[in-house]
């Protein structure tokens, strides 16, 4: 592997993991931990924990990405964003608890002009600075 390459991963790797105010949740299809990063999910699983990330791990059956994936998440940030929405998730019936927002999002696809779909890319550090 070249070096341009390991510094792509790298900076895939870091963009991933690297979680704060901003951004407070990631994933990664299983597929590409395996195929692209060439490491385990229990490789990425460690590695993701090491930097102060809470994980979940979905597989196919309880996730909608085909391989399954792996979110990294830190709750004191991804609390700020649920508290600031309560509202439109109670709205929606959505949960407003950290682990279990995780659980949901991975589990459902929701349509780009849904108003949940704002607090998803809020949580996702998708939304202009």
């Excluded at 830190?74 to 649920?82: G, K, Q, T, Y």
């Excluded at 949901?104 to 550090?125: L, Q």
Aim: net charge negative; glycine share 4%; charged share 25%.
């Amino acid at each position: 592997m070249t070096s341009e390459a390991e510094n792509l991963i790298k900076e895939m790797l870091r963009t991933h993991v690297e979680l704060n105010e901003r951004k407070s949740v990631s994933y990664l299809p299983i597929k590409t931990i395996q195929n692209v990063l060439n490491m385990t999910v229990d490789e990425y699983v460690s590695f993701a924990k090491a930097r102060g990330n809470e994980i979940a791990v979905f597989d196919s059956n309880s996730c909608c990405i085909g391989s399954g994936a792996v979110y990294a998440f830190r709750p004191e940030f991804l609390r700020i964003v649920l508290n600031d929405n309560a509202q439109i998730l109670s709205r929606h019936r959505w949960p407003t608890a950290e682990r279990a927002f995780v659980e949901k999002i991975s589990s459902e696809w929701m349509p780009s002009d849904h108003e949940v779909t704002e607090v998803i890319r809020e949580a996702f550090g998708d939304l202009p600075a």
